[in-house]
């Protein structure tokens, strides 16, 4: 049984398009994030939401636009995609909200986004 | 501006030796530590973790050392595995997870059968 899934795994589109990364976890966590994985490997946090409110918004362009319908989902809508939101996308979520500790998250497999 | 650094990109060891991956950080205000492993086309997953109360913790083959006075975690793996084989993540947060976790670049650790 996959924990967190994310949906597609591999998107490829062309500058200007919108388009969304669906996220779903079956754990039962209150808290899921969105992580992203830039060229030079550094995993940042984007955004986090503990049942369904937003408790974390890491400067990220408004262009990115998380929606949660339920705690079970985290879907990340990107509006006019740019060269440089090129990168691999990771959901995650975790039973303790970003705030507590041991926050072990557990991770989505990813999905790398390609914008030509 | 790197607040958790892992120098080293990659390890090479022998089956059965220890490996010793290396994660270093600049903001003394970190107080909570996670090793993620992470396999090729896979999440990132939960590995083992440490707060700054203590300076080592153990889980099976896997120990975490923190040296709060130079900044300094250590996982140790013994004895290593071919299926050790990943790439392993250093994690940092501070405010006792008050805030988001900041990821290391990772090292990727290659166990030679």
């Known amino acids: 049984d996959t924990a967190v899934s994310q949906t597609p795994k591999y998107l490829v589109t062309q500058m200007g398009n919108d388009k969304s990364i669906k996220c779903e976890q079956n754990?039962?966590?209150?808290?899921m994030y969105w992580y992203k994985q830039d060229s030079k490997k550094f995993l940042k946090i984007m955004f986090s939401?503990?049942?369904?409110?937003?408790?974390i918004n890491e400067t990220v362009p408004n262009r990115f636009s998380p929606k949660s319908p339920d705690k079970a989902h985290l879907n990340l809508h990107i509006n006019s995609l740019e060269l440089g939101d090129s990168a691999v996308y990771f959901c995650?979520?975790?039973?303790?909200?970003?705030?507590?500790?041991?926050?072990?998250?557990?991770f989505g497999p990813g999905t790398r986004l390609t914008v030509l | 501006d790197q607040q958790v650094k892992q120098n080293s990109p990659s390890l090479s060891v022998q089956e059965g030796r220890i490996s010793i991956l290396n994660c270093d950080y600049t903001?003394?205000?970190?107080?909570?530590f996670l090793w993620y492993k992470k396999y090729p086309a896979e999440g990132p997953t939960f590995l083992i973790s440490i707060s700054s109360i203590k300076d080592k913790n153990e889980d099976g083959r896997f120990t975490v050392f923190l040296n709060k006075s130079a900044k300094h975690l250590s996982l140790h793996i013994v004895p290593s595995q071919p299926g050790d084989s990943a790439v392993y993540f250093c994690?940092?947060?501070?405010?006792?997870?008050?805030?988001?976790?900041?990821f290391g670049k990772g090292t990727r650790l290659s166990v030679i059968a």
């Open positions: 995650a979520s975790s039973q303790a909200p970003a705030g507590v500790s041991y926050n072990e998250q557990f």
């Open positions: 903001n003394s205000m970190f107080d909570y």
């Open positions: 994690a940092a947060s501070a405010d006792s997870g008050n805030t988001p976790l900041v």
């Open positions: 939401y503990n049942n369904k409110e937003l408790i």
């Open positions: 754990l039962g966590h209150d808290t």
